[in-house]
């Protein structure tokens, strides 16, 4: 089973320097990186089942949408100040039309847009959307199938624009505590190994 994951950056800047020391104050850049983490990486290795999509969706210039894809990824460790080091690159370079990922390195890729891009994509590629909110449905009531996309949010709740285009999904619980992103993506891709 494919899973694409995407995290929203309210706050997270496109474009400009980040700070690797204080990837916190970088509009949460940390909680970012560690979803990177949790949803690419296992212990020895790349899951090749998996991609991720961090939307940058803070500050004054447009929107940028980095995508990492686990089949291709390599040279990549689970390290999130070298991670950091590589969306800083990034944020250096103008950011690529809307529609167009252009490749930054092996497995790593930017375009324009923002969650609402990337939803209009995945029903291009047929990708079953769910919206990760502690008021769903029960995890494990997910049904099977080929491509699961799941949407979650930075340490802030959705704005009013996207819980108002994320009625037309179901949304997925993992129980009634709020709990950290990359937490979320950890326990997902425990139940999902399962299916
Ligand atoms: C740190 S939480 C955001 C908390 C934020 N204060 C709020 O009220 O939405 C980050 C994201 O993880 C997901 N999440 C956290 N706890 C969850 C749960 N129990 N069930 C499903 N998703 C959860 C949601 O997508 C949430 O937006």
Known sequence: MQRHYAIIGHKTPSSGKLNLNDL??????DVLVRAI???LFVSHGIRKDTTIVLHLQGGDGPDRRVLFDGEKLAGVRPDERSIAGQIKAIMKL???PIGHYKEVTQGIYHSGGD????????????ININILDAEGIDINQVSKKEKIGIILSDDLPFNDKEIEKFTDYQKVSLGEKWL???????????????L
């Open 180 to 194: 950290q992103g990359h937490s979320c993506i950890a326990i997902t891709q425990y139940v999902l190994d399962k």
């Open 115 to 126: 969650i609402f891009n990337t939803i209009d994509l995945w029903k291009v590629e047929e």
């Open 94 to 96: 103008p950011i690529p």
């Open 37 to 39: 983490n949790s949803a």
């Open 24 to 29: 916190s104050g970088s509009g949460r850049m």
